[in-house]
């Protein structure tokens, strides 16, 4: 739970404005400051690129354009072993790999829709518009639970007492998901967490590149035949 930047030491005794305080550490930077940050149709396709970490050693690049309104992503991982596109929209999905090109089974296609409305990226941008829709408590002094307004629960988020992301975590298919999150750093634009680590040791990531447009994601992204 954040402090009260103006009363160092004072708690504020709100689930919503300790996430107001991580949302704003996180997104708002110069020069677009924190009317960027927090206009609800502003922030809309974020790129993520950075270097995966996995198990043997072997360093992945991904790029990923994620729609933070719409279900609409694409994730191209470029690695020595195993290159693939993934992608999922509303409209179907597909994966290409070893030259080969198939759409996204319908159960993948399902988990995919279903897990975006509280993915990571996804739920700033929710805070960040002050989404009505999102019920929030607290948990612990820093951890918030997340719910929807008919109870589904949308993960948790630990923070320290600046408001910066230390930990979140999150059910998906079943399967719980948790990561822990390195300092938050300017990405020009943006801020966001420098690296990410899942707390299994399965997987691990350094973000190079982070950027922001107000436009939505470009159709030929999501068109196999693109």
């Known amino acids: 739970?954040?402090?009260?930047?103006?009363?160092?030491?004072?708690?504020?005794?709100?689930?919503?404005?300790?996430?107001?305080?991580?949302?704003?550490a996180v997104i708002s930077?110069?020069?677009?400051?924190?009317?960027?940050?927090?206009?609800?149709?502003v922030i809309r396709d974020i790129r993520v690129e950075g270097v995966q970490r996995t198990e043997p050693d072997e360093d992945l690049t991904e790029r990923a354009w994620r729609d933070l309104q719409r279900p609409n992503q694409r994730i191209e991982?470029?690695?020595?072993?195993?290159?693939?596109?993934?992608?999922?929209?509303?409209?179907?999905?597909?994966?290409?790999r070893d030259g080969a090109t198939r759409e996204l089974s319908d159960a993948g296609r399902l988990s995919a829709l279903g897990f975006w409305p509280y993915d990571f990226y996804?739920?700033?941008?929710?805070?960040?518009?002050?989404?009505?829709?999102?019920?929030?408590?607290?948990?612990?002094?820093?951890?918030?639970?997340?719910?929807?307004?008919?109870g589904e629960d949308l993960g948790w988020w630990e923070i320290d007492s600046r408001g910066?992301?230390?930990?979140?975590?999150?059910?998906?298919d079943g399967e719980p998901l948790e990561y822990?999150?390195?300092?938050?750093?300017?990405f020009g634009a943006i801020n966001f967490p420098a690296w990410g680590a899942a707390t299994d040791g399965s997987w691990r990531f350094d973000y190079t590149t982070v950027t922001v447009?107000?436009?939505?994601?470009?159709?030929?992204?999501?068109?196999?035949?693109?």
């Not at 002050?130 to 929807?148: K, M």
């Not at 910066?164 to 998906?172: E, I, Q, T, V, Y």
């Not at 447009?213 to 693109?226: E, V």
Request: proline letters at 12%.
């Open 213 to 226: 447009s107000p436009a939505p994601i470009d159709p030929a992204l999501l068109d196999p035949t693109g």
């Open 180 to 186: 822990v999150y390195g300092p938050i750093r300017s």
């Open 122 to 150: 996804t739920m700033l941008h929710r805070f960040a518009a002050a989404d009505p829709h999102l019920v929030l408590s607290l948990e612990t002094p820093r951890r918030v639970r997340v719910r929807s307004g008919i």
């Open 77 to 96: 991982m470029q690695s020595p072993s195993a290159p693939f596109v993934w992608v999922f929209s509303e409209g179907g999905g597909w994966v290409e």
């Open 29 to 41: 930077a110069t020069p677009c400051g924190p009317a960027f940050a927090f206009e609800p149709f």
């Open 1 to 24: 739970m954040a402090f009260d930047r103006r009363r160092p030491g004072r708690k504020p005794g709100s689930a919503r404005l300790a996430l107001a305080v991580l949302a704003a």
């Open 164 to 172: 910066a992301l230390l930990r979140w975590g999150a059910m998906s």
